[in-house]
Protein backbone atom coordinates (compact mmCIF):
# COMPACT_ATOMS: atom_id res chain seq x y z
CA UNK A 1 0.00 0.00 0.00
CA UNK A 2 1.38 3.79 -0.92
CA UNK A 3 1.33 6.35 1.17
CA UNK A 4 -2.37 6.78 2.52
CA UNK A 5 -3.72 8.89 5.10
CA UNK A 6 -7.50 9.64 7.12
CA UNK A 7 -7.39 12.89 9.01
CA UNK A 8 -10.31 13.98 10.87
CA UNK A 9 -10.77 16.99 12.38
CA UNK A 10 -14.18 17.93 14.64
CA UNK A 11 -15.70 20.75 14.50
CA UNK A 12 -19.00 22.16 16.55
CA UNK A 13 -21.52 21.81 13.32
CA UNK A 14 -19.32 19.30 10.93
CA UNK A 15 -16.86 17.16 10.89
CA UNK A 16 -14.30 17.18 8.03
CA UNK A 17 -12.49 13.62 6.71
CA UNK A 18 -9.41 14.53 4.66
CA UNK A 19 -8.15 11.70 2.78
CA UNK A 20 -4.61 11.03 0.45
CA UNK A 21 -3.52 8.57 -1.64
CA UNK A 22 -5.27 6.07 -4.08
CA UNK A 23 -8.35 5.11 -2.69
CA UNK A 24 -9.43 1.61 -3.54
CA UNK A 25 -10.18 -2.05 -2.36
CA UNK A 26 -6.83 -1.83 0.33
CA UNK A 27 -7.46 1.60 1.22
CA UNK A 28 -11.21 2.14 1.26
CA UNK A 29 -11.68 0.04 4.43
CA UNK A 30 -9.74 2.89 6.43
CA UNK A 31 -11.91 5.27 5.93
CA UNK A 32 -14.84 3.14 6.80
CA UNK A 33 -13.01 2.31 9.83
CA UNK A 34 -12.86 5.99 10.71
CA UNK A 35 -16.16 7.16 9.23
CA UNK A 36 -18.03 4.03 11.21
CA UNK A 37 -16.85 5.63 14.66
CA UNK A 38 -18.10 8.82 13.86
CA UNK A 39 -20.94 10.62 15.72
CA UNK A 40 -23.36 12.00 12.68
CA UNK A 41 -26.53 13.43 13.74
CA UNK A 42 -27.81 16.74 12.63
CA UNK A 43 -24.20 17.75 11.19
CA UNK A 44 -22.39 17.29 8.36
CA UNK A 45 -20.25 14.98 7.11
CA UNK A 46 -16.98 16.79 4.71
CA UNK A 47 -15.09 14.78 2.82
CA UNK A 48 -12.28 16.14 1.51
CA UNK A 49 -10.97 13.85 -1.33
CA UNK A 50 -8.17 17.13 -2.93
CA UNK A 51 -5.70 15.19 -2.03
CA UNK A 52 -7.28 11.50 -3.76
CA UNK A 53 -5.44 10.97 -7.09
CA UNK A 54 -7.43 7.59 -7.93
CA UNK A 55 -10.71 5.98 -7.19
CA UNK A 56 -11.67 2.40 -7.77
CA UNK A 57 -15.56 1.35 -8.06
CA UNK A 58 -15.25 -0.09 -4.26
CA UNK A 59 -14.28 3.13 -3.53
CA UNK A 60 -17.30 4.59 -4.85
CA UNK A 61 -19.61 1.82 -3.29
CA UNK A 62 -18.38 3.07 0.34
CA UNK A 63 -18.98 6.66 -0.83
CA UNK A 64 -22.66 5.29 -1.64
CA UNK A 65 -23.07 3.36 1.46
CA UNK A 66 -21.60 5.99 3.33
CA UNK A 67 -24.68 8.70 2.12
CA UNK A 68 -26.81 6.20 3.23
CA UNK A 69 -25.69 6.76 6.42
CA UNK A 70 -25.55 10.26 6.73
CA UNK A 71 -29.37 10.49 5.32
CA UNK A 72 -30.70 8.17 7.89
CA UNK A 73 -28.91 10.14 10.36
CA UNK A 74 -30.16 13.69 9.05
CA UNK A 75 -26.68 14.20 8.42
CA UNK A 76 -25.26 15.99 5.18
CA UNK A 77 -22.43 14.18 3.09
CA UNK A 78 -20.22 16.55 1.32
CA UNK A 79 -17.53 16.13 -1.30
CA UNK A 80 -14.50 18.37 -1.60
CA UNK A 81 -11.89 19.34 -4.04
CA UNK A 82 -12.01 16.27 -6.29
CA UNK A 83 -9.78 15.73 -8.90
CA UNK A 84 -10.39 15.20 -12.21
CA UNK A 85 -9.64 11.60 -12.26
CA UNK A 86 -12.36 10.81 -8.97
CA UNK A 87 -14.86 13.58 -10.65
CA UNK A 88 -14.57 11.03 -13.85
CA UNK A 89 -15.55 7.85 -11.64
CA UNK A 90 -18.65 9.67 -10.12
CA UNK A 91 -19.32 11.27 -13.61
CA UNK A 92 -19.05 7.68 -15.65
CA UNK A 93 -21.21 6.04 -13.25
CA UNK A 94 -23.97 8.54 -12.89
CA UNK A 95 -23.53 9.04 -9.16
CA UNK A 96 -22.33 12.65 -9.23
CA UNK A 97 -25.96 13.97 -9.10
CA UNK A 98 -26.25 11.97 -5.40
CA UNK A 99 -23.69 14.17 -3.83
CA UNK A 100 -23.23 17.20 -3.12
CA UNK A 101 -19.73 18.64 -4.36
CA UNK A 102 -17.60 21.33 -4.02
CA UNK A 103 -14.69 22.40 -6.15
CA UNK A 104 -12.39 23.40 -3.19
CA UNK A 105 -10.29 21.92 -0.70
CA UNK A 106 -11.85 22.50 3.08
CA UNK A 107 -9.61 24.52 5.22
Do not use: K, W
Request: aromatic share 4%.
Amino acid sequence: MCDFNVHVTEHSDRTVVAVSGELDLATYPLVTEVTDNLTLQNSTLILDLSDVSFMDSTSLTMLLRLRERTHARDCALELHGLQDSVQRVLDITGASPLFLIHPARTA
